[in-house]
């Protein structure tokens, strides 16, 4: 194509079919080797060796369609590889492939969900799993909601909806000095007692002090709530911190506007009571937040709805990622409010973007970047709806079922096992399983026991795992994913049992 860019030296199509199969076949090659049982998890046992086995240096000419591949292959070799089955290291495990299928279709429309007229069709997918996810919580009528990247973002931006919200709306025009005059002149609080406050429990995850630092609360605005044995969030110690912290117009921590409850904590999977959470959220006028970035896709299983996140319909707003539990590929997380209008809070009305003539409290908008204080996004919601459509309610639903049957099997043989010990457990059980070696050769025991054994499985690069402070020491988090199937847990049990004897 003469005089065309270099970028566009040959028609994309033709580009495309030259490189794209290629591709496909080495990846395929590459899950299929992936679930080979005898397959490393890992290629390699340190970060010293990754940096020494990856050469990424950039050039100044181009390449060859082969070296450009072999470049691909080369990162393909070097990464984990979920496919095993053994990456139990974190929240999420080998996504569908149907989610897969999405990526392709999104990198092919390389579409923006910002305004609708550039991207039609991924703004009704999103709004189509948005009213879906709605209703299986039990939001009204009005509920609406977006997709965010990553819960992190969710929390965040529920963080500053609340605050939007709060007090008259005095921080969406003045920001933080209008606040505070706001809670000083109309509401009498008093120096420190005029600093607007999130609660939310010891066990929470980070992502809500990081959403105080980038409102501009600052991570002294959030007040940490005592978690149980179990890692629930104390409701009297929640009721007796919201009774000292309204009845003192100076009280130190300041003034409670938010609750973040928590479904599915990070490192027991614990679920906070959230019907006796909510009472207290009306009672003291705070807004309820559900952070159910692991445990919110629960939801599909009407028992685990029932026993887990009952309550969750008088929430304000939540945080469900469908990249974990529902193996969708990164990322894809929503943010659900109950009503449509608070995300008009963030509206902007640029007129050189933004044309559906929708202003701030109308409802629902097309143009889904008025939802957000950001403006660019991808279409991460076709990634569910494939896998949604795929599959349905039903098949997600028996999915998390089968995970809890199996977290339950593989509990009840680390207690047969003299050799292992358990650690704090959530109750009920979800799908996280802390426990240790009782002793590992040497004679090491406790933290110490963890740490060991964590090393050895990482050396072996068979299984990962990972592990993470508890109050009674260091303990593996064991994740129980609901795709892997339950013989890879107890053929990990074995192992680390042979380890203590060794």
């Known amino acids: 194509m003469e005089g065309a860019s270099p970028l566009h030296a040959e028609t994309s199509s033709a580009e495309y079919a030259r490189l794209a199969p290629r591709l496909c076949a080495m990846i395929e090659a590459w899950m299929r080797e992936g679930e080979q049982p005898d397959a490393p998890v890992m290629p390699h046992a340190t970060e010293r060796a990754y ?24 990162l393909l070799e070097n990464s984990v590889n979920p496919w095993t089955d053994r990456f ?8 569908t492939v149907a989610s897969m299928c999405g990526d392709m279709l999104l990198s092919a429309m390389n579409a923006s969900v910002h305004v609708f007229s550039a991207s039609p069709a991924l703004t009704l997918v999103e709004e189509e799993c948005v009213r879906a996810l709605c209703a299986l919580y039990g939001f009204g009528a009005h509920a609406d909601g977006i997709t965010m990247p990553g819960g992190a973002a969710s929390n965040t931006l529920a963080v500053q909806t609340a605050l939007c919200c709060a007090f008259g709306g005095a921080y969406r025009r003045g920001g933080i000095f209008a606040l505070l005059r706001t809670l000083t002149e109309q509401y009498g609080r008093v120096g420190s007692g005029a600093r607007p406050a999130l609660l939310t429990s010891a066990d929470s995850h980070f992502s809500i002090d990081r959403a105080a630092l980038a409102s501009g609360l600052g991570m002294d605005a959030v007040v940490h709530i005592e978690s149980d044995e179990h890692g629930r969030m104390r409701v009297d110690a929640l009721e007796r911190t919201l009774a000292e912290m309204c009845g003192d117009p100076a009280h130190p921590r300041g003034m409670p506007f938010f609750v973040n409850a928590t479904s599915g904590t990070t490192v027991l999977g614990a679920f906070d009571p959230l019907p006796a959470i909510a009472a207290l959220c009306e009672k003291y006028h705070c807004w309820l937040h559900v952070d159910a970035s692991w445990g919110g896709a629960a939801v599909f299983s009407p028992t685990l709805r029932d026993t887990l996140l009952r309550g969750v319909e008088r929430a304000q707003s939540l ?6 539990l529902l193996n969708v590929t990164h990322q894809c997380s929503f943010l659900l409010v109950q009503e449509a209008h608070v995300l008009s809070e963030h509206a902007i009305h640029a007129g050189y973007l933004f044309h559906d003539g929708q202003g701030a409290g109308q409802g629902p908008v097309a143009d889904h970047a008025m939802k957000t204080l950001g403006c660019g996004r991808r279409g991460e919601a076709l990634k569910l709806y494939l896998t949604w459509r795929q599959v349905g309610t039903r098949a997600l ?34 799908l996280q399983i802390c426990f240790r070696p009782r002793c590992m050769p040497g004679g090491v025991t406790g933290s110490d026991a963890t740490r060991a054994l964590e090393a050895r499985l990482q050396e072996a690069r068979q299984y990962a795992v990972d592990f993470a402070p508890t109050r009674r020491g260091d303990y593996v988090r064991l994740v129980v994913h609901p795709r892997v199937p339950a013989a890879h847990y107890f053929a990990l049990l074995d192992h680390v049992t042979a380890l203590t004897r060794e």
């Open 51 to 74: 940096r020494e086995h990856v050469r990424l240096a950039l050039p100044d000419d181009g390449v060859s369609d082969d070296a450009l591949l072999a470049v691909m292959r080369e």
């Open 319 to 324: 945080t469900v990622n469908p990249h974990k």
């Open 397 to 430: 639903g028996a999915h998390l079922d089968a995970g809890v049957r199996v977290a339950n099997a593989v509990l009840a043989a680390i207690r047969a096992n003299d050799a292992l010990e358990v650690g704090p457990l959530a109750a009920p059980l979800f």
């Open 88 to 95: 139990l290291a974190k929240l999420y495990s080998a996504p």
